[in-house]
């Protein structure tokens, strides 16, 4: 085995992994193509999902689309193409290169799976602005081009608690949401089919909850880039049974690894936090340079922003509002720099990455003094990468590896202080 495969251990649950996705993605080229009946929702990635749902809508999510053009790394070929209708390269770099593929009339989804021409066509749009209002004006452009309707949440932002009367503010938006919904589906709203929905994204939550609690236990049997592989059906299959079964055998293959003494990372002597986006198109590389560093990242706010605590069917409206409204990215800072001291305390992690994405403010943490904070009050040094998650030109590869050996080396030497841009 070269060294290269020895860093990076394979998990088998992988293969179940691209079939379940392939058969999403297939299945809504059917309902796209006319093959088979149905209809296409897109929502944003913490959108209205179970409510979609259950108005059996396939649901496509655009920023899953966003990540697959980053991770292939096309994005650099399609952000131009949306630069030049106006789109600025200094917003989000996912809907610059999902809107350049689309008017380029292209998509990795065609190479990962013969047969698909395009991105599934909506009929209808639903956005939730709980992260970003990037996502309003992608939906708005999408909304033009397929003359279909968008219809969208705009909750209370930046909140240090959710209080009732925010609940109420989001359970009206939702429920507004209903009559379009209806008209386009052709079906009436049936409450105990939102139920069901909103049971199974709670129990798709819990287990990847506990997926991701694996990397507790030190040594950790995986990692954040493993996990930001293995979150395909908690972002695009939660609300149906596929995620949740697929959970359940990727939970049994990390518990076993964990029985045998398996590491993700061979010899692990650090242990990390990753604290924003993930750079799509370099993640081999960082997964790689960790592991020959001995280092694990175990624990990340991007992967656990999947995790929705509050679902609880008997109250679907109040507990999705909460569940989507409570999300951290739609936190103060004083709700953000507490959960992840949390985080960190229970991962016992050695150190923070802060990743300063470019095209992401919403996702960027490192901007008001978090590290600095962070690093005095938990003792642990924090250190700052500048980049993106799509575009490639706002990030030197050449400076973060050696940014990331000098962090590396100060854990080594117990020292602090290492935060650094
Ligand atoms: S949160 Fe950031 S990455 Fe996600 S859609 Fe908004 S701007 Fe883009």
Redesign the pocket.
Same mark, same amino acid.
Request: with cysteine; aromatic share 8%; glycine share 4%.
């Given at each position: 085995m070269s060294e290269q495969e020895l860093k990076r251990k394979k998990i088998k649950a992988a293969d179940n992994l691209k079939q379940v996705m392939a058969d999403y993605f297939y299945r809504m080229d059917r309902i796209s193509t006319g093959k088979e009946q149905g209809k296409i929702a897109w929502c944003? &990635?913490v959108g209205p999902a179970e409510l979609l749902k259950a108005f059996d809508f396939e649901v496509h999510y655009p920023?899953n689309h966003?990540a697959l053009l980053g991770s292939t790394r096309l994005a650099m070929d399609y952000i131009p193409v949306a630069n030049a209708l106006g789109y600025s390269p200094e917003? =989000? &770099?996912? !809907?610059t290169s999902d809107i350049g593929a689309y008017l380029k009339g292209e998509t990795p989804l065609s190479r990962a799976y013969p047969g698909i021409q395009s991105v599934p066509k909506p009929d209808v749009l639903a956005y939730n602005t709980n992260? =970003?209002?990037?996502?309003q004006e992608?939906f708005r452009f999408y909304g033009r081009e397929f003359r279909v309707p968008v219809i969208g949440i705009t909750p209370p932002r930046s909140l240090s608690e959710v209080n009732e009367a925010h609940i109420a503010n989001v359970v009206a938006q939702l429920k507004a949401m209903i009559p379009v919904l209806e008209e386009v589906s052709g079906k009436k709203f049936d409450i105990d089919k939102f139920r069901e929905r909103v049971r199974l994204s709670r129990q798709c939550s819990e287990l990847w909850g506990e997926v991701l609690g694996l990397a507790r236990h030190v040594p950790s049997p995986w990692t954040f880039f493993d996990g930001t592989i293995h979150m395909g059906p908690a972002v695009c299959l939660r609300g149906s049974q596929e995620a949740n079964d697929y959970y359940q055998i990727l939970k049994a293959e990390l518990e076993e690894r964990i029985e045998n003494g398996v590491a993700a990372v061979d010899g692990e002597r650090f242990r990390l936090y990753w604290e924003g986006?993930p750079i799509w198109g370099k993640l081999r590389a960082l997964s790689e340079q960790f592991a020959g560093l001995q280092t694990c990242v175990v624990v990340s706010t991007y992967c656990n922003s999947w995790i929705f605590s509050a679902f609880d069917e008997n109250r679907p409206f109040e507990s999705m509002a909460q569940a989507y409204t409570e999300i951290f990215?739609n936190r103060s800072e004083d709700v953000k720099e507490k959960y992840i001291e949390k985080m960190a305390d229970e991962f016992k992690v050695d150190g923070i990455i802060f990743h300063d994405?470019r095209? =992401?403010? #919403? #996702?960027t943490n490192s901007r008001y003094g978090m590290p600095q904070r962070l690093q005095e009050r938990l003792g642990i040094p924090c250190l700052v990468i500048n980049g993106d !998650? #799509?575009d490639l030109r706002c990030y030197s590869e050449e400076q973060t590896r050696t940014n990331i050996e000098a962090f590396i080396e100060q854990l080594g030497e117990g020292k602090q202080g290492a935060w650094q841009r």
């Open positions: 944003t &990635s920023e966003g917003i =989000c &770099s996912y !809907l992260q =970003c209002r990037d996502v992608w986006m990215i994405a095209t =992401c403010p #919403n #996702n !998650l #799509n």
